[in-house]
């Protein structure tokens, strides 16, 4: 079984410009997470979807940050403009099924992230 | 949210028992708790997951008392390949809003 897909694997930019992640996730998944990763710290949850709903998108820098998930398979996260502090590690993950409201969490397998690096 | 706090780190000897805890005030009544592991330039890998009580599989086992406030990951007879940052994750449940919270994490070195 393949796993979780992501790209570019790096990507360094200067301040102010704009970037774009790619994620597949493994085949049957309903549920997609990005998640950002700052150095020596725990994953942090930007944007979960489910199919192609958004189930959680609270912790998402919304006046920069975007995130599609179109027919519910593949998605890109984008980041514009960048700033310095969104140097980090943005990893993507699915999971078979999540509960839309909350409830018991599901296995999620990760990708290997894109680590991004803003000059 | 209220963090999910984990030990920094912990150092152990190969063929030795390690024992790491997470603490986790505000997790949801239906969720269960997951561990994972995560080697440098790779994502997290999962590890072991449970909802109450303990739970056994070929590579852990995982204690959670009845409060569900704290769970403790058990890793019998590690290995120099069990070095690794190891997280806890749980579903955070503060002023009635979930979020799928990470642990800060626990860096194990084993030495030989």
């Known amino acids: 079984e393949a796993g979780v897909a992501q790209s570019p694997r790096y990507k360094i930019i200067e301040k102010r410009q704009s970037v774009a992640f790619w994620c597949n996730p493994i085949?049957?998944?309903?549920?997609l997470y990005w998640y950002q990763q700052i150095l020596g710290q725990g994953p942090k949850l930007l944007i979960q979807?489910?199919?192609?709903?958004?189930?959680?998108d609270s912790q998402l820098p919304k006046d920069r940050f975007s995130a599609e998930r179109l027919k519910g398979v593949d998605s890109t996260l984008k980041i514009q403009p960048a700033k310095l502090e969104d140097s980090a590690v943005y990893l993507c993950?699915?999971?078979?099924?999540?509960?839309?409201?909350?409830?018991?969490?599901?296995?999620?397998?990760f990708g290997p992230g894109t680590r991004l690096l803003v000059l | 949210l209220a963090k999910t706090t984990q030990p920094i780190s912990m150092d152990s000897y190969e063929g030795q028992e390690v024992n790491i805890t997470c603490s986790h005030n505000?997790?949801?009544?239906?969720?269960?708790i997951t561990w994972y592991q995560q080697f440098p330039s790779q994502g997290p890998r999962f590890i072991i997951q449970?909802?109450?009580t303990k739970v056994t599989n070929e590579v852990a086992s995982l204690f959670i008392p009845a409060d569900r406030k704290s769970s403790t990951l058990s890793l019998p007879r590690v290995s120099l390949s069990d070095t690794a940052v190891y997280y806890c994750?749980?579903?955070?449940?503060?002023?009635?809003?979930?979020?799928?919270?990470f642990g800060s994490g626990t860096r194990l070195q084993v030495q030989p």
């Open positions: 085949s049957g998944h309903a549920t």
């Open positions: 979807f489910q199919n192609n709903g958004v189930v959680d």
């Open positions: 994750l749980v579903g955070d449940e503060d002023g009635g809003r979930r979020a799928l919270t």
């Open positions: 505000n997790i949801a009544t239906n969720d269960y």
């Open positions: 449970g909802y109450k």
């Open positions: 993950a699915s999971s078979l099924v999540g509960p839309p409201g909350g409830g018991v969490s599901e296995t999620q397998y």
